[in-house]
């Protein structure tokens, strides 16, 4: 009997890796559920060379557009598209009715950054279908969390920057970088501007390389005002790479025009040094790689231009008078030069 009763409560092998199948499957579940939050962690990512833009397409208003909008315009719907746009971040300028150029350069940066729109066909027009698309919940996600509460993305393949402070934007805007070709200028530059120390604005013909390097920077320097640098005119320029400025420029066309700084418009030059201090990140995409691959580069130095040189002086005695001419071999210009007896001595070349 006792062996009959013993054999009864004997247990199964199921039951003797119960306990081992029901942890199993717990940590199978587990990490099922840790595979699928990887792979939603994984797609929130920025992995790519495109700005991270999350739209539910929610409408926030209802107002339709009875025509097609574009420069020169007024009305209530040009209204409504520049508070829009501000809404947004972008910087239509004043907020007044009117389709001046200030708004073609904020749809400008609109079409780019969430049409998708190659950055030389964009338009600054505003259509039916790109009104639904602006009035929807648009979001802008940073690409980086930066160590400043407030840094800069510039997106070099779009020609657009974004200022995001706690990871929000508080401006996004049209830009134009360097050409990425080499010039030779004759340039003036400021006093304490990098290759002038004298205390007077000075001249020279220099050659560079108009690169924009991608990487990570931060601003170190800023000027007031306009001045007159090796890279030519910036306003209220705000250093980052040397002599590479983010700067108001009259001229910010769709495609890269500048000797290597990031132009912005004039309007919003005014008011981007106070978004920015010392030691903020600034990061540049060039949609090759990420801008941690390429570290901190330095730009491209100029150099004198090789075509222009100086020959010793002369010293020839015209009337009464002594005159000293030196000849500039590769200079555009014709100098001349008067004796107080009205006598003449020109000089004059042509680039090679």
Avoid at 43 to 69: C, F, G, M, Y
Wanted: charged share 20%; glycine share 6%.
């Amino acid at each position: 009997m006792n062996r009959q009763h013993n054999s009864q409560y004997q247990p199964s092998t199921f039951d003797r890796w119960r306990p081992a199948l029901i942890a199993f499957a717990i940590l199978a579940t587990v990490i099922a559920i840790g595979v699928q939050q990887s792979e939603a962690n994984k797609s929130n990512e920025v992995t790519d060379t495109s700005i991270a833009v999350a739209s539910s397409l929610v409408p926030v208003a209802t107002v339709p557009l009875t025509r097609t909008l574009e420069s020169g315009m007024q009305g209530d719907d040009v209204l409504r598209v520049q508070q829009r746009l501000k809404a947004l971040h972008f910087d239509p300028g004043p907020v007044d009715g009117v389709f001046g150029q200030n708004t073609v350069q904020a749809m400008w940066a609109f079409e780019k950054l969430v049409l998708k729109v190659p950055r030389e066909q964009a338009t600054g027009v505003v259509t039916q279908s790109s009104w639904e698309i602006m009035q929807s919940d648009i979001k802008f996600m940073p690409r980086r969390t930066a160590d400043t509460a407030t840094h800069v993305e510039v997106y070099l393949p779009e020609q657009v920057l974004i200022v995001f402070t706690n990871q929000e934007p508080v401006l996004i805007t049209h830009i134009s970088s360097g050409t990425g070709e080499l010039w030779c200028e004759e340039v003036k530059i400021d006093p304490g501007e990098d290759g002038n120390d004298s205390t007077e604005q000075i001249s020279k013909r220099i050659c560079g390389e108009a690169v924009t390097p991608p990487g990570i920077f931060y601003f170190y320097n800023r000027r007031t005002g306009m001045r007159e640098t090796k890279l030519g005119s910036l306003y209220n320029p705000v250093y980052f790479n040397y002599n590479i400025a983010v700067h108001g420029a009259i001229l910010v066309p769709l495609k890269p025009a500048s000797h290597g700084c990031v132009r912005i418009p004039m309007s919003v030059a005014r008011y981007f040094p106070a978004l920015v201090k010392y030691g903020d990140r600034i990061f540049v995409f060039d949609g090759i790689k990420e801008p941690e691959q390429y570290g901190s580069p330095i730009p491209p130095f100029d150099k004198p231009d090789p075509n222009y040189t100086t020959l010793p002086t002369v010293t020839t005695l015209v009337g009464a008078q002594t005159t000293t001419v030196t000849t500039l071999v590769g200079a555009p210009t014709t100098t001349t030069i008067k004796s107080t007896s009205s006598v003449s001595t020109s000089t004059s070349s042509s680039t090679p």
